[in-house]
Structure formats: structure tokens, C-alpha cells
């Protein structure tokens, strides 16, 4: 049996504070660097895979 998130946003990783979401957390970073690894680190513990959106936000999407 398999339980778990799947096929689902798991997280945002954004520069700008102007994006929301009614679902997903979303951190918030200061430079492309940290979103870089923050997203990473994200994906990674969850198991996820991070998608650039090409806005300032990166998706953390879990397939």
C-alpha cells in the first residue's frame, strides 16, 4: 500500500513576496542562490522535483 502526497505542489519557493497561494507553503528568499538550494533541499526531502516557473518562482511538485 503506497499513502503518502502525490501529484500535488508541495511547496513555492519565490523572490517576490507578492505571490500567494491558498494551498501550498511558500517560502520566501532573498537571492537566486538561497531559492536555488532551498528548493532543492525541499525536493529532496520530500521526495518531490522542483520545476522553474521562469517568474521568480520555483514549484516543488511531487509526481
Known amino acids: 500500500m503506497d499513502i503518502g502526497i ?4 508541495i511547496a ?3 523572490l517576490n513576496r507578492d505571490v500567494s497561494s491558498a ?5 520566501y ?5 538561497k531559492q536555488e538550494e532551498t528548493a ?4 529532496k526531502i520530500t521526495m518531490g522535483m522542483v520545476h522553474d516557473l521562469r ?4 514549484a516543488i511538485v511531487r509526481h
Do not use: D, Q, R, T
Open 40 to 43: 532543492l533541499l525541499i525536493a
Open 29 to 33: 528568499v532573498e537571492s537566486e542562490e
Open 23 to 27: 494551498s501550498a507553503p511558500i517560502f
Open 55 to 58: 517568474n521568480g518562482v520555483y
Open 12 to 14: 513555492l519557493v519565490s
Open 6 to 9: 502525490k501529484e500535488n505542489i
